[in-house]
Structure formats: C-alpha cells, structure tokens
C-alpha cells in the first residue's frame, strides 16, 4: 500500500511538474515568487525553496552586507511545526558604486536559496504550505523599501523528488554558483592603516584574471570606498585594504571573512592573523596596474622620468641648466662635475618625496602624486622662487655670473651645491606633472612594501636626471657643446619667460586654493619681492662702479623681508567651497531639527522658509547627496541668509508620518527634497541628485510672483 502511495504521488508530480502554482506578488519596481528547487519533500530531507526577486530595468537590491548605504533583504518563513529554515544561500554579489561610497548587491534577478529541513515524522501523500514574508528594499536614484507575502504548496513523497519544471534548474544553476569555502588557507596582517589579506590555493594557481575582489561580511571591517590593490602570487593574491571602524573599536575582529570574487568564481574565505599562506604573494603588481611586475614597472618609471623633462613645468630648470654647460666650453671636468651634483640632488628629492608619500599613505591619508603641492603655502613659496628666479634671468640683478638657476647661485664657489639644488627644485616642480608611463608605475609602487616601492621611484629619478647628466658626464657630447660668447646673454633673458610662466602658473594654482585674499597676498609679496631684486641690483651696480651701494642693499633686504611677511603672517585659508567634489569643498555643518507635521506647520505658519529633507540611512542617493551637497559651507551660509530652518525627516525606521507626507506629495521613497519659500502656498520640489549650486540657489531665489 505504501509503495502504491508513493507511486500515485510521483504521478501526480510528473504531471504536473512542480511543487505549487505559486502567484508572483507585484509591488513598485519588484516582482517577488517563491519557488522549491524540486517538486515535492521526502521526510528526512531537505528541501531548498527560494524567494526570487525581480528589479525592474535600472534597479536593484542587497546583499547581506549591503555596504555603506542601502539594507539587506530579510525572509521571516511560516512553516509546518517541526520544518526548520536554515540560512540564505547569498549569491555572489556585485559591486554598486554611487559617487564616493561604495555598496553591494544585485541589479536584476536576485535568486535567495534556503535550506529548509522537513522532519522525518511527515507523511507521505500530505501537503506542506510554506509561506514567507520578504522586506527589501529596492533602489535606483530613489529608494523605495517594499514588503511581500509569497507562499506555495509542498506535496511529500516517499522517494525523491523530480527538478521543479519551472524554476528547478534555476535554483540548482544558483546553488552552484554561490560562493563556497574551497580549503582556501588564508591569513591577515595589520600594520597602521594597512590590512593585508593573503589567500593561496588549488583555485588561484595560475590565474590572471582582471577582475579581483574582496566582499566582506562585516560592513566597518574595512574602508570599502578606497580601491583594492592586488598582488599576484605563484598560488594566490595579497590584498592592500584599509582598516574599517571595526579595527578602531575595542576588540579588533579575529577573523576576517567574506567572499573572493575571481572573474566569475566565488569563494568563502575566512582569515586569521598571521603570516600569508605559502604562494600568496610575490612580485606581482595590481590589478588596476595592467599586470605590472617589479622589473616592468621600474621600466615604465624610468620611461616616464625620461618623458617628463619634456612636461612644461619642469622645462624652465632644464633649460637653463643645459645653458649653464654650454658655459663650460668644452671643461669636461667642471660639466661632470656639475652633472652629476644635479643628478644625486634629483635622487635626493625623489626619495625624499616616496618616503613622504608612503608613510602618508600608510598612515591612512588620501595623497597622491604631488600632495606637497596641495599646501598654498607651499605653492606660494614656489612662485616666489619662480619669480625670483625670472627677474635674476631678465638682468634685473646677479647671483653669481652664470645663468645656472636658483641653486647655483649662492656663490661662485658653490656650482657643486647649487647644481644639487636645481635638481632638487626641478623634482619639486615636475610634482605636478604626470607623463606617459608614470601612471601604472606610481600606482603599482603605492600598492608594494617599502623597498619595492622606492625602487620604482629610484628609477623615475635616474629617468628623470638621465638626460642632462649623459651630457654632463659624456666628453664627446660636452665638445659638440657651443663655445660661450655673447649669445649667452640673449638666451639667459629669453630663459626668463619659461620662468615667469612658471611662476603664473603657481599664481593661478594658489588663486584656486584659496581664493582672492590668497591672492591678493601673494601679488603683494610678488610686489615686495621685484622691488628687493631691484634694489638689489642697484646696490651691485654701484659697487661695480665704486660709488657704494649700502643703502640700496639694505633697501633691498627690507623689501624681501616684507615679501616673506606677506605669505607667511597668518595661514593661507582655503577658497570658499564651489560645486566640486567633496575633497575640494569646505566641509560645513549644517544644523539641523527633526521634521514633524505639527513644527513644519508652526514654522509655515509663522512666515519661516523651511527646507526639508526626506532622508534615510538605507537610502544610496541620500547619502551621496548629504556628503556631496548638504556638507557645504555655501549652503549653511545660504540657509543662515535665509532665514530658514533645515528639517530633516528620517525615515530609516517606518514613520507612518513621514509616509504620509511623501504620499502627499505623490511620492513613494526617499530622496524627496521641499523647499518651502517664505509666503509660498506650495512648496518648490528640487531634484533627487544635487550639489551645493542647486541647493543655493533654491535658497537665495526670490520668490515666485
């Protein structure tokens, strides 16, 4: 009779060809089924259902660890006593980025597989009704939380179960492909504001996959905003990561877990500390470096260092240190000499510029090529030497009586140190100055251990100083060098231009900095300083003649000490914010009040502008838009002139308010930005994406009619 049983059940099934005839619930821009991996229980097993989420075109959903913004999708099951509901099987996830913040999920089709155990004490010939409550959230530019009640029919069988027909493989083909733990031996270090992961195995011998990714489980385990630098191993990859929240709180985590992403794989990994598994690391190069090795990427450094003495900031110092050989005549031993004075005050500096760039980097600070520039004071300084430098070349006065540069004019005796300092002056005006080939080798250098790191940058230096010294040092080439003769004079005066420009340049670079009291400062000093080198020049063309020049030289001295007073009484402020990105605004704060109906209708009542902002932690656009716009100091002083009062309406836990107020204004989600003008009966809605710009100028428009 049993056997009978079974045997009618397995009919009924290949008849049918599925668990249930489940109805997909629609709800705005999600269709939400579920599903069973086979059609039909045996007692004893276990059966994988899964809830299939369906964004419609342009939108998606999370995954566990949604990143810095968004929210995970949660399953609450309702099942026959004694059937228990294991864990979601989470695929693997992709990765969203919205501006400067960095979020995981699944844009479509999201395939949630569960495991569920059925007691053994079931009956075959019976049916199981399984049901399941889903709250997701949904995004594109809006974010829109949604909630669906899905359900099926289980029939239970004696023996096992044929595939669902209509989404049996789809589960199966998901199952597959979840991440899985595949004895892969992995193991972190940290060290300030760097996390080392290392991962070596079977999977990873061998492979040169593009794409490389870390998921971590825990949200604040790690900065998941800052790229991911891959190091390639003969058996697996090193990761460079940036420490999260987590490292800072008390307890540093133990172990760090997640999913590794290799170009279509996934696996689960979970590390301890300690040193990198045996294969893990080597002299590879990052993934965003193009595949570069050590031994390339010195190449491409010193190919770069070749190409930048062509960059037109760096053009002036070279230029007159080629004139200050062509001074020598043919003195093969004072061009050496010289020559290779420039080249270890080249080497000098960039080194000296690695370890500075390193140890920031290590300590966590967002710098990049040329951060010394980044200080106005710094560049105020440049411009002065530039400056300085033009008006020496022009004849306006003399340091020494060759047109060798800044440097080697501090005395006649002194070629040596000041050919050292005009090699160090040329690095610290090619800062700027990117050229082909440097990209890929600075950005593999900045992912490597120290040592690596300054040899590739030794090679940008001996790239960089190779031309000029291979003169210097070649007799054959100093000989074909022209003979000094009056036309020296002409070419130090035409020289003097590139070192003006130079000088506009850094005028200009400040000006952007920090605004028109930056400015006016350092025209000012520009001013002090063309009067001391006048004066200065006065005084040694009256000593020249033996009528005296004391009081032009002191005249001089006094006018060069106020140059110096002007850049350097009070620090250099930083411009006012303009719309940019974050990094080049001035970061405000904007206070705020919590919205509710009764204080946004006291507030409309009293005359008050109000601008109110319909928010959430969960919601992408959001957080983009709070970073980016609401933090600048231009809108905090726009609302201060405005006398408005910013109300903010968060809606990261369900507010049947909130919801009624966005409904009012015909909307479902979050972002929703009013501003309502002083005496205006409704409100002014402003777009879903903003900047300062937008925000300003809602508030400073006069109001309509």
Request: aromatic residues 8%; hydrophobic residues 50%.
């Amino acid at each position: 009779m049993r056997r009978l049983l079974a045997a009618l059940t397995l009919l009924v099934l290949a008849f049918a060809g599925r668990a249930a005839v489940a109805q997909p619930v629609s709800t705005p821009h999600m269709t939400t089924e579920l599903a069973a991996q086979t059609a039909g229980a045996a007692p004893g097993s276990t059966l994988y259902a899964a809830v299939i989420l369906t964004a419609d075109k342009g939108w998606h959903t999370y995954w566990r660890n949604p990143g810095d913004a968004g929210e995970a999708t949660t399953i609450t099951w309702t099942l026959p006593a004694g059937w228990r509901a294991g864990e979601i099987v989470w695929p693997a996830p992709s990765r969203l980025p919205v501006g400067p913040i960095m979020n995981y999920g699944y844009e479509g089709r999201a395939i949630l597989a569960v495991p569920i155990e059925i007691p053994a004490s079931v009956t075959p010939g019976q049916t199981a009704n399984l049901s399941a409550g889903v709250d997701y959230l949904v995004c594109a530019q809006v974010c829109v939380p949604g909630t669906a009640k899905v359900a099926i029919t289980v029939p239970i069988v004696a023996g096992t179960p044929p595939i669902d027909a209509a989404f049996g493989k789809t589960i199966t083909d998901a199952l597959v492909a979840a991440p899985k733990d595949a004895g892969l031996a992995a193991a972190f270090q940290r060290a300030g504001q760097r996390l080392t992961l290392a991962v070596a195995g079977p999977p990873l011998a061998g492979r040169t996959d593009a794409d490389v990714y870390f998921y971590p489980y825990q949200d604040n385990l790690i900065d998941q905003t800052k790229p991911q630098a891959v190091e390639r191993g003969p058996k697996g990859l090193t990761f460079t990561l940036t420490p999260g929240a987590a490292f800072a709180a008390a307890g540093a985590p133990k172990t760090v877990a997640g999913v590794l992403a290799v170009d279509g794989a996934a696996y689960e990994i979970t590390a301890t500390p300690g040193a990198a598994p045996a294969g893990a690391s080597g002299l590879g190069a990052p993934s965003h470096g193009g595949g570069l090795g050590l031994p390339l990427a010195i190449a491409f450094a010193f190919l770069g260092g070749l190409i930048l003495n062509l960059m037109p900031c760096v053009f002036p110092i070279l230029a007159m240190k080629a004139a200050a050989l062509a001074q020598h005549g043919g003195e093969g031993s004072s061009a050496r000499s010289e020559g290779l004075a420039f080249f270890a005050g080249v080497v000098v500096a960039f080194a000296l510029l690695a370890g500075a760039l390193i140890a920031a980097k290590a300590a966590g600070e967002a710098v990049g090529w040329g951060f010394q520039l980044q200080s106005p004071l710094n560049v105020a300084l440049l411009c002065l030497v530039m400056l300085g430098a033009a008006l020496n070349l022009s004849g306006l006065y003399e340091i020494g009586t060759s047109a060798q540069g800044i440097g080697a004019g501090l005395a006649v005796q002194g070629r040596l140190l000041g050919s050292a300092l005009t090699g160090v002056l040329a690095v610290v005006v090619a800062a700027p100055c990117t050229a082909p080939f440097m990209g890929p080798a600075l950005g593999f250098a900045l992912t490597q251990p120290p040592v690596a790191a300054l040899a590739v940058f030794l090679g940008l230096a001996v790239g960089f100083a190779a031309p000029y010294t291979a003169i210097a040092v070649s007799p054959a080439l100093t000989r074909r060098l022209p003979r000094p003769g009056p036309w020296m004079d002409g070419l130090k005066k035409v020289l003097a231009f590139p070192m003006y420009a130079a000088a506009a340049w850094l005028l200009w670079v400040l000006a952007q900095q920090t605004g028109s009291i930056g400015l006016a400062r350092l025209l000012a000093a520009g001013v002090a300083l063309a009067l001391a080198a006048w004066l200065f020049g006065v005084g040694q063309r009256r000593r020249a003649v033996g009528s005296g020049g004391l009081i032009a030289t002191l005249a001089a001295a006094a006018s060069f000490v106020a140059a110096i007073v002007a850049i350097s009484f009070g620090p250099f402020e930083p411009a006012a914010a303009t719309p940019g990105p974050p990094s080049a605004q001035t970061q405000g704060t904007l206070a705020s009040q919590p919205w509710s109906p009764e204080k946004l209708a006291a507030l409309r009542a009293a005359g008050t502008p109000v601008l109110v902002n319909f928010t959430a932690a969960w919601c992408v656009t959001c957080q983009v838009n709070e970073r980016i716009a609401f933090s600048s100091g231009d809108v905090a002083q726009a609302i201060k002139a405005a006398g408005a009062v910013y109300l903010v309406a968060d809606w990261t836990n369900r507010d049947s308010a909130i919801a009624k107020a966005l409904a009012d204004q015909g909307r479902i989600g979050v972002p929703l930005y009013l501003y309502y003008a002083k005496g205006a009966a409704t409100p002014k809605v402003l777009p879903q994406l903003l900047t300062p710009a937008i925000l300003t100028d809602a508030l400073t428009a006069p109001p309509a009619g």
